[in-house]
């Protein structure tokens, strides 16, 4: 969905009484933060199957990869300087990190934090053939012995993209638009090359101006797949209407149903 029709849902599954009431930024605010809930639930790696209550990582459930795969930077190449990397831009969860080793990808594994020295631990002591990393405030840090690395390769998952409606009404001009940004016509036509958008659509615009009567307002959609923008139009509706805990429950409890 486009962010218009997504705000069309959130009010479809608010109260239709009160859904008039609340205005684009307020649903824009509450998108955001049904986005966040959605993107933490779908990451957090200490979930617990149904069936055998063992617990699993979200990368091994080919559903969840499904619904965070436009986020998931895969392999991201890191200079290593001094042994460390600076944090990859858009940085939000760590997945995986490798660490280039003659020419070759080896699996780097986190150090916990309770754990200063593995120097002493012959069963756990970093080498070039198990390597070990550290999250810092600034990056990466990596532990392989007495070497060094140049490269590393980190998976991780991004900050999705801010849903935002900007509502500042944009008129014809040749220097108004910025290329491959989204728009929507409030009203009139407006006319890019030989392509008319009418009032109530959405496009993405080929080049910087327009002609016509139309007058466009930006606006940002979410970058998460399609499939999952209902029930994060769900979560949103919840947040307005203060039911947020009651949707929690209700899918604590389906959850448990399917246990049972």
């Excluded at 055998?52 to 459930?61: M, T």
């Excluded at 997945?95 to 150090?111: R, Y």
């Excluded at 532990?143 to 490269?151: E, L, Y």
């Amino acid at each position: 969905m486009n962010l218009p029709e997504m705000h069309d849902r959130v009010d479809f599954w608010a109260d239709t009484v009160k859904s008039p009431r609340y205005t684009r930024k307020q649903r824009d605010a509450a998108l955001n933060i049904a986005i966040d809930s959605f993107v933490k639930d779908r990451y957090d790696n200490i979930k617990v199957a149904d069936r055998d209550r063992v617990p699993y990582s979200f990368e091994i459930v080919e559903r969840i990869k499904e619904e965070l795969y436009t986020i998931t930077e895969i392999d991201y190449p890191a200079l290593v300087v001094n042994n460390q990397t600076p944090t990859p831009p858009e940085f939000l969860y760590h997945i995986v990190s490798f660490v280039e080793v003659a020419g070759k990808k080896v699996l780097s594994i986190p150090k916990p934090y309770v754990e200063n020295d593995l120097s002493q631990n012959s069963f756990a002591k970093p080498s070039l053939d198990q390597p070990v990393h550290r999250r810092t405030p600034t990056g990466f840090k990596y532990d392989v012995g007495s070497a060094s690395i140049n490269r590393a390769f980190i998976s991780y998952m991004k900050i999705p993209v801010q849903v935002k409606w900007n509502e500042t009404a944009i008129t014809a001009g040749i220097t108004v638009l910025v290329p491959g940004e989204v728009y929507y016509v409030v009203s009139g036509t407006a006319i890019q090359g030989a392509t008319p958008h009418i009032a109530d659509t959405v496009f993405t615009s080929l080049g910087t101006g327009f002609v016509g009567t139309g007058i466009l307002n930006k606006v940002t959609n979410c970058n998460l797949p399609v499939h999952t923008h209902e029930e994060i139009c769900k979560i949103a509706s919840s947040v307005l209407t203060g039911t947020f805990e009651d949707y929690n429950k209700s899918q604590k409890i389906d959850m448990e149903s399917k246990r049972a």
